[in-house]
């Protein structure tokens, strides 16, 4: 196998390890992915300052996301349906994740439970939050994030409705698989993903099944989620959430300064900075864009997160320059998943510090905590 030097090689090897469907549902943007692209343009057009002779010898990458200790500011995204890119999939992450030292959020619509992952994990780890119609089972999920001991609550709030992904519909990727001739013959070539989905028990809704009055089959539970996302939700909700979960609590999907300030109003913690990795409002605006009107806006009343576009450590810097207090990674970890499972992820987290880590030596910058805005390049 070639060495894998950076996260293109992870996506690449996923590419070739996972059903078209999947690697695609995770790759793939909504609409016409005007905002998946300017996500990673946008970051791609910020330049580094490069600064010599001062001694860099003594380096820190440590940061804290909500008041807990990180080994560095990145914390893996809530991502649905990983255990379909690979068996347990979200055990794998969290494991890879938590023994890293950064936090793991696990998705409302992971095919691993609450309970499981906690049951796999000696540590921690924060739950994403969305808040379906049924209010009472959002209630209940709260309740069992907080019994499986979760250190933070991730409430989403850019999914009232979803966005298209042309390319899911058109490879069948529905709950359960479409079988088409095609579909059988690219599941044929992946053996060994396909022989690890037989034999693990998770390849539900791991969050839902036994918790509804519903059928228990996948399709069942596939339309019940598509029923429940719910365009009635407003700030009222997030004030009701707060006040149901006592722990840390950070807003998801926040891409105007106005709303920014609302969440702070809500009592969130933290906001994350994010378009959903470019997954709903298509002809938004790049995250990287967004970001810093927004930390000028809320950045000295509450923590302001980012994600959308990161795919190495360098975009990790510009994101911290650019004021954002810790990175989430989406894509970046799903790739790494996809292509060797736990240590993928691993592999995907040790890219990421290793480029971090000597792009603050080559911009002169000792602590992550000093990265800012002086640490970009201007044409001045
Ligand atoms: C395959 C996939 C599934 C996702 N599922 C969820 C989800 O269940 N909940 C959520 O809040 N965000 C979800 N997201 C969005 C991520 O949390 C994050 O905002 C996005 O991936 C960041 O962009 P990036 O992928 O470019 O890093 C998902 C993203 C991907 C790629």
């Not at 864009?289 to 994600?307: C, M, S, W």
């Amino acid at each position: 196998m070639i060495a894998i030097t950076c996260n293109e090689d992870l996506r690449l090897l996923a590419q070739r390890r996972v059903p078209r469907a999947i690697f695609d549902y995770v790759d793939r943007g909504s609409y016409d992915e005007a905002t998946l692209r300017a996500n990673r343009a946008d970051l791609d057009a910020i330049k580094l300052r490069q600064r010599v002779m001062i001694d860099v010898s003594k380096r820190s990458l440590a940061a804290g996301f909500v008041g807990q200790p990180s080994t560095m500011p990145v914390a893996l995204a809530p991502t649905g349906l990983g255990g379909i890119l690979h068996a347990d999939g979200e055990i794998h992450a969290a494991r890879a994740a938590l023994a890293f030292g950064v936090p793991y959020t696990l998705s409302t619509l992971s095919i691993c439970s609450l309970e499981a992952v906690r049951a796999a994990v000696q540590k921690p780890f924060w739950f994403q939050l969305y808040v379906m119609r049924d209010r009472d089972f959002a209630a209940s999920l709260i309740e069992r994030a907080k019994a499986a001991q979760c250190s933070a609550l991730v409430l989403t709030a850019d999914l009232q409705i979803q966005g298209q992904r042309h390319r899911d519909i058109k490879n069948g990727l529905s709950v359960p698989p479409r079988l088409t001739l095609a579909n059988a013959l690219d599941i044929a070539g992946k053996p060994q993903w396909a022989l690890a989905m037989l034999r693990t028990k998770h390849r539900n809704f791991g969050n839902l099944i036994g918790h509804l009055k519903v059928k228990q089959d996948l399709t069942t539970l596939a339309q019940w989620i598509a029923s429940q996302f719910d365009p009635t939700l407003s700030w009222k909700d997030v004030a009701w959430v707060r006040s149901l979960w006592p722990g840390k609590l950070i807003v998801k999907g926040i891409l105007d300064a106005t709303d920014a300030q609302y969440a702070a109003d809500a009592g969130a913690d933290a906001i994350v900075v994010s378009n959903h990795g470019g997954r709903q409002l298509d002809g938004a605006p790049s995250t990287i864009a967004a970001l810093p009107h927004i930390v000028a806006t809320v950045g000295d009343r509450i923590e302001v997160l980012f994600d959308g576009g990161v795919r190495s450590g360098q975009d990790v810097f510009k994101a911290l320059a650019l004021g954002a207090r810790g990175v989430m990674i989406g894509k970046a970890f799903m790739y790494g998943l996809g292509a060797l499972g736990e240590a993928g992820v691993t592999r995907a987290l040790e890219l990421i510090r290793n480029e971090l880590d000597v792009s603050m030596a080559l911009t002169g910058t000792c602590d992550v905590r000093d990265i800012g805005r002086h640490a970009l390049w201007t044409n001045a």
